[in-house]
């Protein structure tokens, strides 16, 4: 059995690498479309600096 990429060498298909980039950067795309749609109050944090935040906010609300 031959392996068909191996036979056409691939002509016309994208690198690995190439589609790898091409597939990370649609899906950034998406996901900042999708979390731009989401209030800034309702959307949970994702870095530390935000969950460090969000912790100082309650601790201080809690202290009063």
Do not use: C, F
Request: proline share 6%.
């Amino acid at each position: 059995m031959t392996n068909t990429l191996a036979s056409t060498g691939g002509v016309g298909r994208p690198e690995p690498d190439d589609a790898h980039r091409k597939l990370g950067s649609l899906l950034l795309r998406i996901v900042r479309e999708h979390d731009a749609r989401i209030p800034a109050g309702r959307r949970a944090p994702r870095t530390l600096q935000e969950m460090r935040a969000r912790l100082e906010e309650e601790g201080r609300s809690s202290e009063q």
